[in-house]
Structure formats: structure tokens, C-alpha cells
């Protein structure tokens, strides 16, 4: 059985930094994303890595997050730094069994998900 923990949400002053990490049992796990979502709004991709190390961010987190993983213990991190009111949210770690070149793919291609955990930014 799969399983997908993710640890490191809390709350933090505009400024702050926290960091994420996401833990992938059970079986080989290939590419790796962090999404987040706001009650009422889509879930929305963060970061992704893929398997060897190449990634992808979305706009709105470049310069201030980094995704990095150590594959030997199947873990994602999400450094976030310069964390701003708007960065609230749940944020869930993705993983797939299967590995792709490109960093940023289709969230339909990832198996398996976290219950995610909760970042509040307070102003």
C-alpha cells in the first residue's frame, strides 16, 4: 500500500519561511509535484521534480520556493521563503510511479496523494 505524508505547515508571519516535506512509502516513486488550494479556488500546481532533479514552478513562487528531493528516502521538500498572505493555503504532495522528461506535467498523471497540510501566512 501507498502512502503519502506530507509534514511542515503551520502558521508564519508575512516574511517568514517554512519547509515542507513529503514522504512516499510503498512502492518506486518517479516525478513529485507540491499543489495547493484555497477553499472555493482550483488546486493549483506549486513545484514539480522529476525523478533526476529537473524542475518546474509556477509563476507566482519563482525566486521564493524550492522543490528538492532525496530519493533514497522517497522525500520531496518545499523550502518556502519570503511567504506572503496570499501563499495561505493546503498544500498536498503528488507522486507518480512513472517517470517523465519534462517537469511540469498533467496532474492526472500523478497516482497518488497526501491529505495535505495546512499553511496559514498571517500579515
Known amino acids: 500500500q501507498v502512502h503519502v505524508v506530507e509534514s511542515g505547515g503551520g502558521l508564519v508571519q508575512a516574511g517568514g519561511s517554512l519547509r515542507l516535506s513529503c514522504v512516499a512509502s510503498g512502492t518506486s516513486i518517479g516525478h513529485m509535484a507540491w499543489f495547493r488550494q484555497v477553499p472555493g479556488k482550483q488546486r493549483e500546481l506549486v513545484a514539480a521534480i522529476t525523478s533526476g532533479g529537473l524542475t518546474d514552478y509556477a509563476d507566482f513562487v519563482k525566486e521564493r520556493f524550492t522543490i528538492s528531493r532525496d530519493n533514497a528516502k522517497s522525500t520531496a521538500y518545499l523550502q518556502m521563503n519570503d511567504l506572503k498572505p496570499e501563499d495561505t493555503a493546503v498544500y498536498s504532495c503528488?507522486?507518480?510511479?512513472?517517470?517523465?522528461?519534462?517537469?511540469?506535467?498533467?496532474?492526472?498523471?500523478?497516482?497518488?496523494w497526501g491529505q495535505g497540510t495546512q499553511v496559514t501566512v498571517s500579515s
Open positions: 503528488a507522486a507518480s510511479r512513472r517517470r517523465f522528461t519534462s517537469a511540469r506535467i498533467s496532474a492526472s498523471n500523478y497516482d497518488y
